[in-house]
Each structure stands twice: as structure tokens, then as C-alpha cells.
């Protein structure tokens, strides 16, 4: 099992979700803050914006960029690799990690295989999942050729998933942290404690918890089009958090999900959907109805065809015949 040829990112990354034009201005003002990374998702439909914009950018800074994009699309499970390949394209063939964006049901070992090759075959310099549980890590280490090396899932003050980044820390697995501001939530923005410590250190409350996400060694992918906060957040590698103020962040966990759970996420028609689609493979069964097709077409055509040679046929006999009387 592998998963040494490890990729270190930045600190802290650039968000794209749910911008689309605006990112032509919003990623050149990230990378002149300083950010050397960039998510985003097939499914985000912004990859050729993030594209775009990377055109705009001079060749030296663009070597120091990792741009990291999703699958998200099961019902493509079985070309996987041919959708690696159009986000690629479309992000000015700048792609360094591939994640698997959900574990889809019924799916996600079919597509983990198909992310191994892609990375084993040195398409990508890594790869990962997103939004897995501990369950998801535990059934893929029993099979996997190489492990995640990321493991991309909501976090922050008010829902820290402890166990599970424990779980991936103890397997080599780094955590991507994401809607780290809580997509500005108020349970996490209005805290006391949060403003309390932001006041201490003259900051915002904003730069306070992705200083947090710093000091606890997850990655942060805040997401903003805006310049001001562009460039507040990350102006955080400047201050440190002391230990007594992070450990009373640590206390503000109150299971406060902003976001989907994976657990929930499908619904049961995509489910079932999901497993006929594998189902559907497994048996090949959409082959075996490819060749009944052909079968079926095949005496068909060969009939018309058959019908239209003999029409032609007797047309050029009766012409001959016609034109054998004239001579006559
Ligand atoms: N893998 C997954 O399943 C998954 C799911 C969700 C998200 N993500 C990724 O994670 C990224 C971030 O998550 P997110 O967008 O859900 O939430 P987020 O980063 O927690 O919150 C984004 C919001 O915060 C605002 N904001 C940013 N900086 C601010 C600041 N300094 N002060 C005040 N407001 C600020 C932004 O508004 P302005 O634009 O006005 O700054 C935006 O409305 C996404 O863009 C996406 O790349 C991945």
C-alpha cells in the first residue's frame, strides 16, 4: 500500500465555490496575496474560470501553484479518467491532486481503483477523497493499492469531527478543512469566546479560526470575492494563537454542520440508481443489450438490403430485356 510520494501543500488554500466569471479577478488577487493553492470541483462548473485566470498568471508563480478539482459526477463512473482529463483541460492543464468528491454509494470503490490508476500512471502528483468517514477509510484500506493522502471534509470551531481527524492523522491522511468559516454561520460568528479572543489579538473573528485550523495542522480553504477578505485571510501566517486560547476554541464544539452529511446526502432514488449502474457493469448486462440490439437490427438489415438488391436486380433484367427487343 502506498502513499509516501507525498505532496505538501500550503498552509492555507483558495476556495472557488460558488464563484464562476468573478474568478478571473478573484484568483490572480488570491495569488497576489500569496495563496499557492486552489480548489475547486467538476461540479462546480467554474473550472474553466479557475483555467482562465491561471492564463493570466507568469510561469515562475504558476510552478508554485497546486490546483486541486473533484469527481463528482457517479454516473461517470466508468470513464473516470476521461473526466480527470476534460478538467484538466479546461483548467489550462494545470491539475496536481484529484480528489473523489463523495463516497458515492454502490461506486466509490469502483472509482477509488480508477483514481489509483490515474495516479499510479503519474497523471496527477496525488491523490484523495472527500467527505469520507472513518467507515469509508476503514473498508478502502482493505482493498486500496494507495491510500488517500488527503481527506478534504467540513470544519471548524463548531464542528470539529475530532475523532475522524484523528483517525486520518494516525494514517498518514492530511485534512483538508472545508466551509472553515462556517460559511459565516452566526452559532460560529456571533461566539463569545471568538470575539473575545479576536479583540485580544487584534484581529477578526474570521482570522481567529483560520489561525485555529493553522495551529491544529488542517488546511484551511476559505473562499471569498472579495479583495479585502482575500487579503485578510491570509494575513494570518504573521500571529500565533497561544495554547490556552486554542484549547478554548477546542470547547466550542456543538456539532453545529453546515453542510451536507454524507450519510444523508443521497437520496434513495439516487441510491438505487447508483446500484443499477454498478449492477449494470458488473454483469455487462449493457453489452449483452448491445449485441441483442445488433442481433436484432442485423436480420433486419439484411432483409431490407436482400429486398432492395432483388428490386434492382429485376429492374436491370427488365431494362436489358426492353432494350434486347428494341435491337430486335
Ligand atoms: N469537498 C466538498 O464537498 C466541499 C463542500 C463545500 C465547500 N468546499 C470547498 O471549500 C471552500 C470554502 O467553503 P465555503 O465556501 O462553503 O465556506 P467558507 O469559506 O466557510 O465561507 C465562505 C463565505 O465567507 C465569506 N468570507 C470569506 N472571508 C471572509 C472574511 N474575512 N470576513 C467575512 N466574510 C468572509 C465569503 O464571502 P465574500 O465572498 O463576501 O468574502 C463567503 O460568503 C469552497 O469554496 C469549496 O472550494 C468543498
Not at 2 to 19: A, D
Not at 183 to 193: H, M, P, S, W, Y
Not at 249 to 258: K, T
Request: proline share 4%.
Amino acid at each position: 500500500m502506498e502513499n509516501e510520494r507525498k505532496l505538501n501543500l500550503p498552509e492555507m488554500g483558495f476556495g472557488t465555490f460558488p464563484q464562476k466569471e468573478k474568478l478571473l479577478e478573484s484568483v490572480p488577487t488570491a495569488i497576489k496575496y500569496g495563496y499557492r493553492l486552489i480548489d475547486t470541483s467538476d461540479n462546480y462548473q467554474n473550472e474553466e474560470f479557475v483555467g482562465e485566470a491561471l492564463k493570466k498568471i507568469d510561469s515562475e508563480t504558476l510552478d508554485e501553484i497546486t490546483v486541486i478539482s473533484k469527481f463528482s459526477q457517479p454516473m461517470r463512473t466508468y470513464e473516470l479518467e476521461k473526466c480527470f482529463d476534460e478538467s484538466k483541460a479546461k483548467l489550462n492543464n494545470k491539475l496536481n491532486v484529484y480528489l473523489l468528491h463523495w463516497p458515492f454509494p454502490f461506486l466509490w470503490k469502483e472509482e477509488w481503483k480508477r483514481m489509483e490508476n490515474l495516479y499510479l500512471s503519474g497523471k496527477c502528483d496525488a491523490i484523495g477523497v472527500c467527505n469520507f468517514e472513518e467507515k469509508h477509510l476503514k473498508k478502502l484500506f482493505k482493498f486500496c493499492r494507495v491510500k488517500p493522502m488527503f481527506n478534504q471534509f467540513e470544519c471548524h470551531p463548531t464542528f470539529q469531527q475530532k475523532e475522524l481527524i484523528n483517525f486520518c492523522k494516525d494514517n498518514g491522511i492530511t485534512v483538508i478543512a472545508y466551509s472553515p468559516l462556517a460559511r459565516l454561520d452566526k452559532k460560529t460568528f456571533a461566539n463569545e469566546t471568538l470575539n473575545s479572543i479576536a479583540q485580544k489579538y487584534n484581529k477578526t473573528v474570521g482570522q481567529i479560526i483560520l489561525r485555529w485550523h493553522i495551529e491544529h495542522g488542517y488546511k484551511p480553504i476559505p473562499s471569498s470575492s472579495s479583495e479585502k477578505h482575500i487579503a485578510e485571510n491570509h494575513g494570518i501566517l504573521d500571529f500565533r494563537l497561544e495554547q490556552y486560547d486554542i484549547e478554548r476554541i477546542d470547547a466550542l464544539e456543538c456539532g453545529n454542520r453546515v453542510r451536507f452529511n454524507p450519510n444523508t446526502r443521497f437520496t434513495f432514488r439516487q441510491k438505487v440508481k447508483f446500484l443499477l449502474l454498478r449492477i449494470i457493469n458488473i454483469l455487462k448486462i449493457d453489452k449483452i443489450l448491445l449485441d441483442i440490439k445488433s442481433m436484432i437490427k442485423y436480420p433486419q438489415a439484411s432483409k431490407q438490403a436482400s429486398k432492395q438488391a432483388s428490386k434492382q436486380a429485376s429492374k436491370q433484367a427488365s431494362k436489358q430485356a426492353s432494350k434486347q427487343a428494341s435491337n430486335k
